[in-house]
């Protein structure tokens, strides 16, 4: 099983989405196809068993949902966390670079479930921070999603085309520390403004 789940991983980091298939999986994992169907049922089950150990998004939020509504954190300070975090992780994680630009690339049920998973886990946090965005003029929303969406292009540039966006480069240690910064500063910007809002 684990020879097949890292099979998985080694084909998206050398070929991409398009070469996972059932008899190329096995041949890299030096099995039979069979086992994929013994151990896993099929094709989509032993990708979501590696998508669940790989992806970043999913065992944390559903971890966090549950912490925070027993006892809200600091939301602030755990958005800047968790964005940065999460640039950190896909810069360095090649194989969810190549899954994310498949799910992004073609309507696939697999791909469209993971993402609705991840979606409802992380409007439980979104909700939590309603209360302090509500008549302020600003939607937290889709600052939170713009930010994703740009930690994921700007990642997939400079990996893929070694280029830069809007003269940023995130293949150099300076700019992914500027970009870092910027991450923190926009959603202070939110929070502060959206709190100032209220105040007038």
């Given at each position: 099983m684990k020879r097949l789940i890292e099979a998985v991983g080694q084909i998206l980091k050398d070929k991409g989405y398009t070469g996972l298939g059932v008899n190329k999986i096995a041949f890299q994992?030096?099995?039979?196809k069979e086992l994929i169907y013994r151990y896993f049922d099929s094709l989509n089950?032993?990708?979501?068993?590696?998508i669940s150990g790989k992806d970043y998004?999913?065992?944390?939020?559903?971890?966090?949902?549950?912490a925070?509504?027993?006892?809200?954190?600091?939301?602030l300070q755990l958005f800047v966390t968790l964005l940065q975090d999460q640039f950190r992780f896909f810069?360095?994680?090649?194989?969810?670079?190549k899954f994310i630009l498949w799910q992004i690339s073609e309507l696939n049920v697999l791909m469209r479930s993971i993402s609705e998973n991840r979606e409802s886990e992380g409007a439980k946090l979104l909700?939590?921070?309603?209360?302090?965005?509500?008549?302020?003029?600003?939607?937290?929303r889709p600052i939170v999603a713009l930010l994703l969406g740009g930690i994921y292009y700007v990642i997939l540039h400079a990996e893929n085309n070694r280029s830069t966006v809007a003269g940023v480069d995130a293949n150099l240690e300076k700019d992914r520390e500027e970009l870092?910064?910027?991450?923190?500063q926009i959603?202070?910007?939110?929070w502060e403004k959206a709190a100032e809002n209220k105040n007038k």
């Open positions: 994992a030096g099995v039979s089950n032993l990708l979501k068993a590696y998004w999913q065992p944390l939020l559903t971890e966090l949902s549950v925070a509504i027993e006892k809200p954190p600091d939301m810069y360095e994680e090649k194989e969810m670079q909700n939590l921070t309603d209360e302090h965005f509500r008549d302020s003029g600003i939607n937290f870092l910064i910027a991450i923190e959603l202070t910007w939110a």
